[in-house]
Nanobody
Framework: QVQLVESGGGLVQPGGSLRLSCTISGSIFRFWFYVMGWYRQVPGKQRELVATMTKGNSTDYADSVKGRFTISRDNAKNTVYLQMNSLKSEDTAVYYC???????????WGQGTQVTVSS
């Protein structure tokens, strides 16, 4: 059973930085068969895309985070990262790791990690 485990959330002041990590386990497919991404959600709103990264390291970012967030992946560690710099209060949300198995289009989700940006 595929599992995604996130870590790295927490409370940070505006202008600060956090790095989220997400490790995938339990898959019979190698890590590079997945498009990895990060989404976020605040209460009362739809989950929104933050960043994605293909096995070829092609990336896509939401306009609101371009220039501040960086997604990266370590295929040897089955891990995707989200480096978040210059954080703003509007970045406060639950952040979810997402994996899309390229062969089937199946989505897998982590349990979510809370990021709170506040002074």
């Amino acid at each position: 059973q595929v599992q995604l485990v996130e870590s790295g959330g927490g409370l940070v002041q505006p202008g600060g930085s956090l790095r989220l990590s997400c490790t995938i386990s339990g898959s019979i497919f190698r890590f590079w068969f997945y498009v990895m991404g990060w989404y976020r959600q605040v209460p009362g709103k739809q989950r929104e895309l933050v960043a994605t990264m293909t096995k070829g390291n092609s990336t896509d970012y939401a306009d609101s985070v371009k220039g501040r967030f960086t997604i990266s992946r370590d295929n040897a560690k089955n891990t995707v990262y989200l480096q978040m710099n210059s954080l703003k209060s509007e970045d406060t949300a639950v952040y979810y790791c997402n994996a899309i198995l390229i062969a089937s289009g199946l989505h897998y989700w982590g349990q979510g990690t809370q990021v709170t940006v506040s002074s």
